[in-house]
């Protein structure tokens, strides 16, 4: 059993399941099973980002969906209304979510747990108001059209189904070495610091005004980058992309796979996905069941399947440890050695 | 003159719904230290049971008010039970997830129930009163005396019944209040229960001046946040004097600045106080 599940955490792990996505649109028997896994692959990038500042950094970001939003009207207004190029405003759609997220991050981190959690809830609910409301700019409710779809410079044809899942795929990888790399460096170190006590963090000479930012920076910069791909994909955005239920879906994902864990994200996002896809006359009621779901996890397993499993297969690897290092006692009362991890 | 006055009232009547829906927030605040997301569930849920026991069975509104009090209380007992006790000891984002959790469970049944549709409540009190000139909805009437009856009967409660004091010796002080004797299982289960029936009452009064649909609770629940944030989160009346505040900003702002963007004035309040006083406006209320 252990050893099976080694499998899993082995460093090789990661290329078989490139090798998986990466085959995925030649074994789909529709494109539109390419198309939901393309979808799921923008929200997982978007989840990532949520992951660094809630997961890593321990701060609950409610606004994350409207961030999402922002990304996908600054690429859907510059691309529709203002006739630029895919590939410019798609680094403008990244740069306008980072700088909201820097000026919204200034104001909202110096609050603490419970104010950072409703104040966030109300930012994503004035972009929601703004989006609905701002109809010289965005439209209102009519919403959007005629996204650019990404330009592949006369080579690829991105506006297809499966060349984008090819693009959405490279934006994943991309994010989720981003996020390997930043959990393993001291600045990922540092969110972990803040996120397990700020007093602790401070007591270590770490800043925690700046690096809250910078965590909530790049988590609105995630959650920008995923918009636009969404919008350039959807090719018509409406007010309902800043719904605050979407980061209420993005948070049920997260804890599903395990927040602060690298492949939470991935493995929640992209198994609720599927669950909800298989399950159609879920839709709408998905709710019902997720909710409780939720909940139970919570309370049960905070840690989500990701966590849990990486916990279980630690205190495994521990216990076989022991077992090794004292042979004698082995054959009589393997089952007597307690866990510690 | 007359439009100023309809100004007032206006306000009076938001800031009543308001107010009584931050109240059953700041209680449970001041209680468990948790931000119930769901309470705007719960109110939610509170017009739905109206509307069901008077269209659906034909009772009078001030029984289907009582009943649907009823229900809601029980069901934010049963979250306190089955939810929030279990995370007692859990980290602080736990339960605010939790609570995301029931919100959305909640919204998902109200749907499955009575489709996303909005939905009007009628109520026996649709005529319009007369003073020289000045015009009074009954139903605005009936909200704000109904409000106010609440609030006053709330502080009676809290203040000269054994019972609501055990609320008050909780929010005060956990440790002081075990020492005494207190049960805290039973003030949680308590303050639960009145959290959820002012929830239910405010949207059984709200509801026939506005509509009934799933979402309802969204802003009401995100104003709320604004005014406990405002009036100090865990003070009561910091809650009425915060309610009143937005009511009067909404009702003014709507009318001399723009009534499309009046959802946003208490947005942008609580943005603006919390960049200058991140502990809220009156920091420390009841503890």
Redesign the interface.
């Known amino acids: 059993m252990r050893r099976f599940a080694s499998l899993f955490t082995h460093p090789a792990a990661r290329w078989v399941l490139l090798a998986l996505a990466l085959g995925f649109p030649f074994v789909a028997s529709s494109e539109y099973q390419v198309y939901v896994m393309a979808t799921a692959f923008i929200w997982a990038i978007a989840v990532y980002g949520l992951n660094i500042i809630?997961g890593y950094c321990?701060q609950?970001n409610l606004a994350h969906g409207g961030f999402f939003a922002v990304g996908a009207y600054a690429l859907a207004i510059l691309t529709s209304d203002h006739g630029w190029n895919f590939w410019p405003a798609f680094l403008a759609a990244g740069l306008v979510s980072a700088a909201l997220g820097a000026a919204v991050g200034v104001?909202?981190l110096?609050?603490?747990?419970?104010?950072f959690?409703?104040?966030t809830?109300?930012?994503g609910?004035?972009i929601y108001?703004?989006i609905d409301?701002w109809e010289a700019l965005t439209h209102g409710a009519i919403g959007i059209r005629g996204i650019a779809a990404p330009d592949g410079f006369g080579l690829v044809d991105f506006s297809q189904t499966r060349p984008f899942y090819y693009l959405a795929l490279g934006f994943l990888v991309l994010a989720i070495w981003f996020a390997g790399r930043l959990a393993s460096s001291l600045l990922g170190r540092t969110f972990m610091a803040i996120r397990n006590g700020d007093a602790l963090a401070q007591s270590l000479g770490i800043d925690l005004m700046r690096n809250k930012v910078l965590a909530f920076v790049l988590s609105t910069t995630y959650a920008g980058v995923a918009g636009a791909l969404y919008a350039s994909m959807i090719r018509f955005i409406g007010p309902e992309e800043a719904n605050?239920?979407h980061t209420?879906d993005m948070?049920?994902y997260l804890?599903i796979g395990g927040f602060g864990t690298l492949f939470g994200p991935l493995a929640g996002t992209v198994g609720v996905v599927w669950i909800t896809q298989s399950l159609q006359f879920l839709e709408?009621?998905?709710?019902?069941i997720?909710?409780?779901?939720?909940?139970v996890l919570?309370?049960f397993m905070?840690r989500g399947v990701v966590g849990t499993f990486l916990g279980w297969k630690l205190r495994k690897d521990a216990e076989a440890a022991r077992a090794d290092a004292r042979p004698g006692v082995d054959g009589m009362s393997g089952t007597e050695v307690k866990p510690h991890a | 003159m007359n439009l100023l006055f309809q100004q007032v009232l206006n306000g009076l009547t938001l800031g009543s719904i308001y107010g009584l829906v931050a109240l059953g927030l700041t209680l449970v605040y001041g209680i468990l230290h948790i931000p119930n997301f769901a309470h705007g569930a719960l109110y939610m849920v509170g017009a739905f049971a109206s509307y069901f026991f008077m269209t659906d069975l034909g009772l009078h509104y001030w029984i289907a008010m009582l009943l649907s009090g009823g229900v809601v209380a029980v069901l934010a007992m049963l979250c306190e039970r089955l939810v929030f006790h279990p995370l007692r000891n859990a980290p602080p984002i736990h339960d605010k997830i939790a609570a995301i959790g029931i919100l959305l469970f909640l919204e998902a049944v109200v749907q499955m129930f009575w489709g996303s549709d909005f939905r009007r409540m009628a109520s026996p009190f649709g005529g319009i009163l007369r003073f020289d000139g000045l015009i009074i909805p009954e139903q605005r009437l009936l909200i704000i005396v109904g409000a106010f009856t609440l609030m006053l009967a709330l502080h009676l409660f809290l203040r000269k019944t054994m019972l609501g004091s055990t609320i008050i010796a909780m929010a005060q002080s956990r440790e002081g209040a075990f020492l005494v004797g207190i049960d805290a299982n039973r003030v949680a289960m308590l303050t639960f229960a009145i959290s959820g029936m002012l929830a239910a009452f405010a949207a059984t009064l709200y509801a026939p001046i506005n509509l009934v649909y799933p979402a309802m609770g969204h802003l009401v629940i995100m104003k709320a946040f604004v005014i406990i944030v405002l009036g100090g989160m865990g003070s009561i009346p910091g809650a009425i004097v915060g309610a009143m505040i937005l009511g009067f900003a909404e009702s003014f702002g709507g009318f001399y600045l723009s009534s499309d963007y009046k959802d946003i004035i208490a947005f942008s309040l609580l943005v603006v106080i919390l960049s200058f006083r991140p502990t809220g406006l009156f920091a420390k209320g009841a503890h």
């Not at chain 1, 110096?110 to 104010?115: A, C, D, G």
Request: net charge positive.
């Open positions: 809630t321990g609950l104001v909202s110096r609050l603490k747990e419970h104010y959690a409703i104040f809830l109300c930012v609910f004035i108001l703004l409301k605050p239920n209420f948070i049920t804890l709408d009621y998905r709710m019902v997720f909710g409780p779901l939720i909940v919570v309370i905070p």
